[in-house]
């Protein structure tokens, strides 16, 4: 099942914050989050593990709460670049789910001068 | 970094005609692959799993009659298209591990079909 992400899209001015949500109704092995810009792959921007973490990446940071099956993107002080497309991957429990990611419906996120 | 090619990045064919995309580890071994579809305005979404050696295992609603899947060496693993038509017309990423938890991912194959 797909999970849900939340916004659908979201409006910036640069300088300001944003949240991005992503909610599994499976158990999950693992979050991972990239963006994907129009026309382009997909850009890895980290992954988070069972276990429940939290990482850190410049100004773009991430969180993972393994018992509600939910995964949080953080993004500070957006600039012009962060522009794109967001979207999370799970990974499930099992042997049958290793390195199959399923991905959520994406977030638009666009920032302005 | 481990790195994934895709060749071609984009192909145009005609209706009826078959389209191979190959998937290329460039730095590592990959026993498995993982090939995804992705239509305009939304998400990823996994196709089929390419086994080396052995046969691919498929989602459920891809016909893997119509999307070949070979995965013939460590390196590299091909998805051909059969009979495409401009239904099939998508973006075409592939991905591999080269261990860890990361997966990588192809740069994509734009497919349209006319």
């Known amino acids: 099942q797909q999970p849900v992400q939340s916004p659908q899209a979201v409006i910036l001015r640069e300088g300001e914050d944003a949240v991005i949500n992503c909610s599994s109704s499976k158990a999950l092995y693992s979050v991972h989050w990239y963006r994907q810009k129009h026309g382009e792959a997909p850009v890895f921007l980290m992954i988070l593990l069972k276990g429940g973490e939290q990482k850190g990446h410049e100004k773009i940071s991430a969180s993972f709460n393994e018992k509600k099956q939910q995964s949080s993107l953080y993004l500070t002080a957006s600039q012009l670049s962060y522009s794109g497309t967001y979207f999370c991957?799970?990974?499930?429990?099992?042997?049958?789910?290793?390195?199959?990611?399923?991905f959520g419906q994406g977030t638009i996120l666009t920032v302005h001068p | 970094g481990a790195v994934v090619s895709q060749h071609p990045s984009r192909v145009i064919c005609k209706s009826g005609t078959s389209v191979k995309i190959e998937c290329r580890s460039l730095?590592?071994?990959?026993?498995?692959m993982f090939w995804y579809r992705q239509f305009p305005k939304q998400s990823l979404m996994l196709m089929a799993t390419s086994n080396e050696g052995s046969k691919a295992t498929y989602e459920q609603g891809v016909e893997k009659d119509k999307f070949l899947i070979n995965h013939a060496s460590l390196t590299l693993s091909t998805l051909t298209v059969t009979s495409a038509h401009p239904e099939d017309s998508s973006f075409y990423i592939c991905?591999?591990?080269?261990?860890?938890?990361?997966?990588?991912f192809g740069p994509g194959t734009r497919l349209t079909v006319t």
């Open positions: 730095d590592f071994q990959a026993t498995t």
């Open positions: 991957g799970t990974e499930g429990l099992g042997g049958t789910s290793y390195g199959k990611l399923t």
């Open positions: 991905s591999a591990n080269p261990g860890g938890e990361r997966q990588y």
